[in-house]
């Protein structure tokens, strides 16, 4: 046994002295190759008091494990030295390297279509250059009606008008596909409004409806409700008359001021409430004028300003900054 | 609308606090935008009495006046020439507001102390006069506050344009008499006109259905005093300055009924009435006295000679009533909405007769006005004589019934409401009811509710209304598919996240704008003009993207003039609408840096050319897409080019011609790429191909050519040479050698998937390559 401990002590000293592979290498051959030292020390075995030979065995092995680990080790701490990379501050600045962003309307566009999408809505894009009949006869509005007075409309030189909303979509979806319907329609809209902090000449509005039958005010709700519950957290909302031609009865949809919390503040104009659609029931002559029964069919619709979500979201207070496209603005989008 | 409270509750018992009859007016779609007190700038005036008027000692003007609020007198020094020992007057004390944030301090005045003021209506901010002292009724208590007589709550509230019925104090009366389950007292009339003298005046209809009820009441020496508080106290609230009783009676009423009048002298009326539409290009000059040119399609008010109103819109200077008139004719008329609002837009006038007019009047409200108005004449003033009411109508629309069912409630609603309590909602509006068999009941609609309840389905938005809609349990609905997935979106959804990824900002620029910006960058086809456009800087539907984000380049250089990227998706107008993306790149890819140290890189067309291959390879259009050199207009000559999808041009790249760009900040290339974005979206699922296990073996081509080659045409050559063992081609460098010469050199990979290529097959093609090259270019092999 003396034996074992004597060459594990020399061993054990060449290997802490080893400073290069070649030296490892010697050391690897000298104490563990066929012919080495350890093999040297299993031929003795034979040679034992059958008594003392396990023992004896097992203490080789224990060596011969010990030298193995720690040659490797030193051998592979000596290549990585032998490579010679510095170390490198991982802190400096990253190269090359440009921040983009998507726009925050369409960021919140994509927001909340995701949470119709998976009502079961699905997208339809319709022309922003539309014709009278689809944004507004179609829609109820009798020409030379004062309801028009709220969408003054930029005329154009074919005959045609800048759409004044979303809604155009409802008609032109209707005309061309029979119920069950449930479609979002996103877009720009045009009105001759003068820019300012709550208005823009162009704006963006998300438009839904679903059409089937024994479709009721309950229903609108329990959507409505349900993508609140997902855009804002659970807030208050409530459901107040309202009049749009296109739909009967109709409504606008608050929901407790996410600034304040329903306690009054200047955001809300101090009344707790915050605006943030209309809705209401596909009134009976949008369908007769798609061609759909409005016995059979019925349905809700909603139309909401993507602007007016976005700054609640973002906390932005002036519409104007959405269109003149600061750098410092973006920048704070990812 | 403004409507004021004291009013309201001359008709109606209101128990309600402002803030809750704010909330049932909300909750019931009379939308309150807010309200104020009338008189919230005042304090501390009271009511006091005139005791003693002394003159003052230093001048002729002013008076020493002895005041007394009951408890204590005060002297007061005052300028007016209306006041009388014994009057009772406002007083505002010491310490006492006014509108204006006028404050009332302890002053001398001509060197007498004076402790406070005396009021005029105007200094009150309750009217115009500001000569005389306001004179008040001699019932008043003194010491109260002046505001517990005078002080009024103004509601302002958005009537939607289906609610002409609203547009009046009785009517809002009615809506919360409605909802809030009470009565509203009736308007007090007079219960019949009798005529005792003949109207000088007839009245002849051309159209009756343009005009299909006119009544005119003729009164023969008539008194026009100024009009009495009350009367007065109503019209500012409502922002009218009073004039003369007969000017008030008008507005009064209309704020009353809702129902426009027309008071014309009628001794400037020549000959009979006659309504009619106007002759194209006569003109009139009206009460604002502007020279009004009017169409075929304007109703007017006429007389023999000359036209006395543009009927529900204005009336003329030539039949105004005026201090010196005596005898007067009262139009109580109705018009069709539509004529009404035609005209009135095309003139530009706002009046709050054509408001009403347009929107629509109870069929009714013609006669109820001028038995109001004959019951205050009797009240206000004197007059000799008035005539019958001349009445010329059509006849009278019939009565509107509509059938509601108990089950078309609960369809639309989605809530089941007892019988009993759909007939409690439409009695507390007016309706009428009828039972019928069958779960339904036959709805009578009051005249004043024509313009707004058709149908029946208008029925049940008045029953939901009214029940609220708070009250209806939300329901989540099942959605039946099959539905089609608009990938479309998702598509443009992904890519904007793509191209930001690479380092770009979207922005969102107004389209319509103006047509020089396009033009100013070369743009030469005819653009869709808007035919009424706000202004010059937006009057047509852009036909292009990349100007405009050139502007917003421009804008942000102040921030970061060394490096800056846009895309914008967005729709354009050149000969049909569709939708394209551009994309914009500007200055550094890099400046100088802690790995490069000063080396730097200017953003070139390949850098953007690269942003797009990458953005076409992630479309996995890649290899659908070329490159054609072709001069635009747009940009600096022989550095753009056409970008093809399966050889159809879907838009352009190239370096904007600097001379174009209004800024001096620009010192960089500006790289602009605009194409269609719809081309670009594919359905297509891609198929997984096999891949080659075999070795790839590399050749460079260096070729000299006698002028420089377009690159696509010598790749194009070489892969049709080559055979189907080639894998890829890269160009590798490019050397200008003597007179206009090229070298240009490529690298080239072959590949077999089915074994290992063999140097003398690679040899092969390439000879085959060399030999095409070299007929095709007049090129030689370097």
């Known amino acids: 046994m003396t034996q074992i401990a004597k060459l594990k002590t020399e061993a054990l000293e060449l290997l802490e002295k080893a400073s290069t592979l070649e030296e490892i290498e010697e050391l690897k051959i000298r104490f563990l190759s066929r012919k080495g030292e350890l093999a040297g020390l299993f031929s003795e075995i034979p040679k034992l008091d059958p008594a003392e030979r396990k023992q004896f065995g097992q203490g080789i092995n224990d060596l011969k494990i010990l ?60 022309p922003e250059i539309e014709e009278d009949f689809y944004n507004f006869e179609g829609l109820n509005f009798p020409p030379d009606h004062p309801a028009r007075d709220e969408q003054d409309s930029f005329f154009m030189q ?36 003068t820019i300012d902090a709550s208005h823009s000449s162009m704006f963006n509005q998300l438009e839904g409806f679903l059409v089937d039958e024994n479709i009721s005010v309950a229903e609108l709700k329990g959507t409505i409700k349900y993508f609140i519950k997902e855009l804002f957290g659970e807030k208050k909302t409530r459901f107040r008359p309202h009049f749009f031609p296109f739909t009967e009865p109709s409504m ?59 700054m609640l979201r973002y906390d932005i207070n002036d519409m104007r900054l959405f269109f003149e496209n600061d750098i410092e603005f973006l920048d704070q989008f990812r | 609308m403004k409507y004021s409270l004291n009013w309201i509750k ?70 007016a020439t209306n006041i009388q020992k014994g009057q009772i007057v406002p007083l505002a004390k010491v310490g006492a507001s006014l509108p204006g944030n006028m404050k009332i301090k302890r002053s001398k005045i001509r060197g007498i102390e004076s402790e406070g003021m005396l009021c005029s209506t105007k200094e009150l901010g309750l009217g115009t006069d500001h000569e005389g002292i306001f004179i008040l009724k001699s019932d008043l208590k003194k010491g109260k506050s002046f505001k517990d007589y005078f002080d009024d709550t103004i509601f302002e509230i958005e ?94 009423n209309l704020f ?88 009135k837009n095309r003139l530009g006038i706002k009046s709050d007769a054509a408001y009403r007019y347009e929107r629509g009047v109870d069929i009714n409200a013609p006669e109820t006005s001028l038995k109001r108005i004959m019951k205050h004449f009797r009240e206000y003033t004197t007059f000799e004589a008035n005539s019958n009411v001349i009445d010329v109508s059509a006849p009278a629309p019939a009565i509107r019934d509509i059938v509601l069912k108990e089950q078309t409630i609960k369809s639309i609603l989605g809530v089941s409401l007892e019988s009993s309590e759909i007939t409690n909602i439409l009695l ?108 010059i800087s937006q009057n047509v539907f852009a036909p292009l993207i990349f100007p405009r984000l050139i502007n917003v380049l421009i804008r942000n250089l102040k921030y970061r003039p060394e490096q800056l990227g846009f895309f914008e998706i967005g729709n354009v107008f050149s000969g049909e609408e569709k939708e394209r993306i551009s994309i914009l790149m500007y200055g550094k890819r890099w400046g100088n840096n802690w790995i490069t140290g000063s080396e730097e890189k200017i953003a070139d067309l390949f850098d953007l050319k690269g942003e797009l291959s990458a953005i076409f390879n992630y479309l996995d259009i890649k290899d659908k897409i070329e490159y054609k050199n072709v001069d635009l207009p747009y940009f600096v000559p022989g550095r753009s ?101 090229f070298s240009l050199m490529y690298r080239l990979t072959f590949q077999s998937g089915k074994k290992t290529l063999k140097d003398k097959q690679v040899d092969y093609f390439m000879t085959q390559i060399i030999k095409r090259i070299e007929g095709d270019f007049d090129a030689k092999l370097r």
């Open chain 2, 159 to 252: 009537i939607t344009p289906n609610r002409p019925d609203l547009l009046s104090h009785y009517g809002l009366s009615r809506e919360i008499a409605a909802i809030t389950g009470k009565r509203a007292r009736p308007l007090e009339i007079v219960d019949s006109i009798v005529g005792n003298t003949e109207s000088p005046i007839r009245v002849e209809i051309k159209d009756l259905e343009a005009c299909p009820k006119y009544l005119l009441l003729y009164i023969k020496n008539i008194e026009n005093p100024s009009s009495p508080q009350e009367i007065k106290n109503a019209l500012i609230a409502m922002d009218t300055n009073p004039k003369s009783l007969l000017v008030d009676l008008s507005n009064y």
């Open chain 2, 10 to 79: 001359k008709y109606i018992d209101i128990e309600l606090s402002e803030d809750e009859l704010y909330k049932k007016l909300t909750m019931s779609g009379s939308e309150v935008e807010g309200y104020h007190m009338l008189l919230e700038d005042i304090s501390d005036i009271v009511i006091s009495k005139i005791n003693k008027i002394e003159p003052h000692p230093q001048a002729d003007k002013l008076q020493i006046c002895t005041v007394t609020d009951g408890k204590e007198t005060y002297s007061v020094v005052c300028g």
């Open chain 1, 252 to 310: 606008e949809v608050d929901v407790e001021c996410v600034f304040c919390g329903g306690k009054g503040c200047n955001v809300c104009k101090k009344t707790g409430w915050l605006e943030i659609m209309g809705a209401g029931m596909i009134d009976p002559n949008v369908f007769i004028k798609a061609g759909l029964d409005p016995v059979k069919y019925s349905g809700f619709a909603f139309g909401m300003g993507i602007e007016r979500i976005a």
């Open chain 2, 641 to 741: 080019g056409e970008i093809l999808l399966d050889g159809a041009q879907i838009g352009w790249l190239g370096q904007v011609e600097p001379d174009n760009i209004p800024s001096k900040r620009i010192k960089y290339p500006v790289i602009s790429a605009e194409f269609d974005l719809k081309a670009l979206y594919s359905d297509e699922i891609i198929t997984y191909g096999h891949f080659s296990m075999f070795p790839e073996i590399e050749r460079d081509l260096a070729v000299v050519f006698p002028d420089h080659p377009v690159n696509a045409e010598v790749i194009s050559a070489i892969s049709s040479a080559a055979g189907e063992m080639l894998r890829s081609i890269e160009l590798k460098d490019v050397y200008k050698l003597k007179n206009k010469a």
């Open chain 1, 67 to 126: 030298l193995t680990e720690g040659l490797e080790e030193k051998e592979a701490t000596l290549k990585r030295s032998k490579r010679d990379l510095p170390p490198v501050d991982i802190t400096r600045d990253p190269f090359p390297f440009r921040k983009g962003s998507v726009h925050p309307l369409s960021a919140t566009y994509i927001e909340i279509i995701n949470i119709f999408k998976y009502l079961g809505f699905i997208v339809v894009e319709g």
């Open chain 2, 256 to 343: 009353e009924t809702g129902h426009p009048t027309h008071f014309f002298d009628a001794d400037k009326i020549q000959g009979n009435i006659i309504v009619r539409f106007a002759k194209k290009g006569e003109k009139t000059i009206t009460l604002d006295g502007e020279e009004r040119v009017l169409e075929s399609t304007d109703l007017v008010i006429a007389d023999e000679k000359k036209i006395l109103a543009i009927a529900g819109v204005i009336g003329c200077a030539n039949s105004e009533v005026n201090d010196s008139t005596k005898n007067i004719a009262i139009e109580s008329a109705v018009f069709k909405p539509s004529l009404i609002r035609k005209t």
């Open chain 1, 158 to 193: 074919n005959g045609k008008l800048l759409r004044t909303h979303t809604s155009p979509v409802q008609v032109r979806v209707m005309e061309s596909q029979e119920p069950p319907l449930a479609v979002v329609s996103p877009g720009k809209c045009y009105r001759r409004d």
């Open chain 2, 428 to 535: 507390r509006l007016g309706f009428k009811i009828e039972k019928l068999l069958e779960s339904s009941m036959k709805v009578t609609v009051p005249t004043f509710r024509y313009h707004d309840i058709e149908r029946e389905i208008d029925l049940v938005e008045e029953v939901g209304r009214i029940y609220s809609f708070e009250r209806i349990p939300a329901a989540r609905p099942y959605i039946r598919g099959p539905l089609v997935l608009n990938k479309y979106r998702d598509f443009k959804d992904d890519l904007k996240h793509v191209i930001a990824g690479r380092g770009f900002h979207e922005t969102v620029t107004l389209t319509v704008s103006e047509d020089k910006l396009y033009q100013s960058y070369g743009y030469q086809e005819d653009m869709l003009q808007i035919t009424n456009p706000l202004n």
